[in-house]
């Protein structure tokens, strides 16, 4: 039996109207299954809606039928309401840019779709965002704060750097939290079951982004079911780049929601904090052996022909888009070659006002805000003869929507691939 509080009763009894009164239903309905005896107040929310490719499957586009079926469970039509008023609650990645739709080939008609969702969404009082990293733009849970998020690589960031707490919900989940604004209290929501389990000694090069990602890659395919990641040894310090980066993959290859770097993170002074004064489950080694198979387990072997290059998964920063200029200047990206660069539009709206969109747009790239090709799906690719990507969270995922061959390497091979036309090995 959850306890709830006369506030919480009062909103599951429909004093607060039906489009509360469901999420809050789906929520304790959550809670009981997980086990949790009370619930949670969260402060912050990013959530995946908009014209989500997974809502196809309801062949309709009434947002009112859609959205009561697919978040709220629920059979009867009930209005879009108001998002909780004290939860600040935001989009995740969206399914397309938000002025463009002719360069990553998608319908005019899903563009006005996709927009006439996000009226809704606003009106519900979620901000349009789009964003898979919003920590770059202001969405910044700091320690205890409780959140939700339906972005893996997030829920690692904000639970392992911010001290936030939070579990990796599904989309229904989230959106029914952010409504209602309580989760289950359960899993990261409590101390006790943040301590790290399996220590990492990194042993293989840790200098530049792509090698946290690799890292990240390496640790989820080695690490045992249910573990929790502490990154222990002579590491490089990261930055908040090589973390996302490290966090995204992590979080492609393993179910973990958190990853302690003993040292740097906030619950994790020495390796005795992180582990909550217990002994590690297993302790492993990252060599460059472990690296060097990640790699070819990422990026397809061999070189050849490519047409599409797709950088920024996860979301970049100001700072990426700043060095892709520099290193594009002067440079003209091969005919019949496309080359995109994904933020937010917020980022973007920086990038426009310091002159590197310009300069990308000047070498035949395009800076692109809000999506990414996975989640705008096939339609977006499948022209596509060979892909080069730069996160290894998109080369993994995109190979279950291709059969062409998908490359992997840092940005600036990325870039050079664009220029050429061709990756080579
Ligand atoms: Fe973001 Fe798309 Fe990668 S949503 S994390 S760029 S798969």
């Not at 022209?383 to 062409?404: D, E, L, P, R």
């Amino acid at each position: 039996m959850v306890k709830l509080t006369e506030y919480e009763q009062r909103m599951l009894n429909g004093e607060m109207g039906e489009f509360k009164q469901k999420a809050l239903q789906f929520i304790v309905k959550y809670a009981e299954v997980l086990g949790a005896n009370e619930l949670c107040k969260i402060s912050r929310a990013t959530v995946f809606i908009g014209a989500q490719h997974y809502l196809d499957s309801l062949s309709t586009d009434n947002y009112d039928e859609i959205f009561s079926k697919f978040y709220l469970n629920s059979e009867k039509e009930i209005k879009v309401g108001e998002f909780a008023k004290d939860c600040i609650c935001q989009t995740c990645a969206a399914p397309c840019d938000i002025n463009d739709y002719e360069t990553v080939h998608l319908s005019k008609e899903f563009f006005e779709k996709n927009k006439r969702f996000m009226e809704i969404t606003k009106e519900a009082g979620v901000s349009i965002v789009n964003s898979c990293t919003p920590y770059y733009v202001g969405w910044l849970p700091l320690k205890g704060e409780h959140f939700v998020t339906t972005e893996s690589s997030n829920v690692v960031m904000s639970n392992s750097l911010f001290g936030a707490c939070g579990n990796a919900d599904g989309i229904e989940a989230a959106v029914c939290a952010a409504i209602c604004g309580r989760t289950p209290l359960w899993g990261y929501h409590v101390k006790e079951n943040r301590y790290g389990t399996v220590v990492f000694n990194i042993k293989c090069p840790s200098e530049s982004v792509y090698d946290w990602d690799i890292i990240g890659y390496t640790m989820g395919r080695l690490l045992p079911p249910h573990g929790k990641p502490i990154i222990n040894g002579n590491f490089e310090i990261p930055n908040i780049n090589k973390l996302r980066q490290c966090f995204s993959s992590l979080s492609t290859t393993s179910g973990a929601e958190i990853c302690h770097v003993v040292g740097f993170t906030p619950e994790a002074r020495t390796l005795e904090d992180a582990l909550g004064g217990k002994k590690p489950i297993e302790v492993i080694d990252i060599t460059y052996k472990d690296y060097e198979e990640s790699v070819k387990m990422i990026c397809d072997e061999g070189s050849g022909d490519i047409d599409l290059v797709s950088i920024g998964c996860p979301h970049l920063a100001l700072d990426e888009i700043k060095e892709i200029a520099m290193y594009l200047k002067g440079k003209k990206i091969k005919e019949n070659v496309e080359l995109w660069i994904w933020t937010d539009y917020a980022i973007q709206a920086m990038a426009d006002f310091n002159g590197y969109t310009d300069i990308i747009k000047e070498s035949g790239a395009k800076l692109l805000n809000s999506s990414c090709p996975i989640v705008m799906r096939e339609e977006s690719h499948k022209h596509s003869k060979g892909m080069v990507m730069n996160g290894a969270k998109q080369a993994h995922g995109i190979k279950s929507q291709t059969k062409v061959p998908v490359y992997f390497g840092d940005i600036f091979k990325c870039i050079d691939a664009a220029i050429k036309g061709r990756w080579e090995a």
